[in-house]
């Protein structure tokens, strides 16, 4: 066990092409990585693995899966080698008891969620990394209890890394405003971002937000910020925003990290 707990962040990761950009979301998820230092093993829990069960990617040696279309060839030929954790994905199948979760051998991999990020955080693709997906047949209950869960993987040195957007709705993108949001994009995302930062826990009645229909028409995206409010929870602490903005009008960039700011107390890295 570690003596600090490792942080826990959710990510905005937006458009894959953050994943080859430099702006100043990807300058804040390299400060993020700076900062960690080098963890145990990342868990990520990204909206692009949306699927009917519980599961977590337990090879050696997951593949770079390219879930997307339209994107330049630099894009596909994009590799994020990085490492799995067998061990570790046995230990996110533990913690979480008696919750089930199912150890994936080989139909997953990493997706650009996770590789969109990672790219930035730890470029080097050095640090071992399992997956967790989001299971589309649970309430959103399940996925706020299931993070509060996977919180004694923070005292195990594992940083988890929730993926997602506050604001996901790409039937509404305005391709001509690449960094405007529209007007129920700003209020949902201000309303999450009350929440998050004062009670964690009442996340969820941001179900009842007025434009939470048109912010969240489907739940993928917005589920990874529910595993870093049962975190929050767990701990007894509130997360901080990393940075935000948002995106082609539906699309929120917000950022939200926990524990992070102990790291700077702690003479850790530059956050």
Do not use: K
């Amino acid at each position: 066990m570690t003596d600090r707990l490792t942080p826990a962040v959710f990510i905005g990761h937006g458009s894959p092409m953050n994943t080859l950009d430099h702006n100043r979301y990807t300058d804040a998820w390299e400060q993020f990585g700076a900062a960690v230092g080098r963890p145990r093993a990342i868990l990520v829990i990204s909206a692009h693995w949306y699927t009917n069960a519980t599961m977590v990617t337990a090879m050696p040696r997951p593949r770079t899966i390219h879930d997307f279309f339209g994107f330049p060839e630099e894009l596909f030929a994009f590799d994020y080698p990085a490492p799995g954790a067998p061990d570790v994905a046995a230990l996110v199948a533990d913690v979480v008891r008696p919750r089930w979760v199912g150890l994936d051998l080989d139909s997953w991999g990493l997706d650009h969620g996770t590789w969109s990020v990672l790219a930035h955080m730890f470029p080097r693709a050095d640090v071992p990394v399992v997956q967790l997906s989001v299971n589309a047949l649970e309430p959103l209950t399940y996925h706020l209890d299931l993070g509060a869960r996977l919180a004694p993987l923070r005292e195990q040195g594992v940083l988890i890394v929730s993926s997602g957007n506050v604001v996901h709705n790409l039937r509404q993108i305005s391709w001509d405003d690449p960094t405007g949001g529209f007007d129920w994009a700003h209020r949902f995302d201000e309303a999450a971002r009350a929440v998050m930062t004062d009670e964690p826990g009442d996340v969820l009645a941001l179900v009842q937000h007025g434009d939470y229909p048109r912010a969240v028409p489907t739940p993928d995206h917005f589920i990874p910020l529910l595993h870093l409010a049962g975190l929050a929870t767990a701990s007894g602490t509130t997360p901080e925003v990393v940075v935000d903005g948002y995106a082609f009008g539906s699309l929120s960039m917000t950022c939200f990290s926990l524990g992070a700011a102990d790291l700077a107390e702690g003479g850790r890295g530059v956050w």
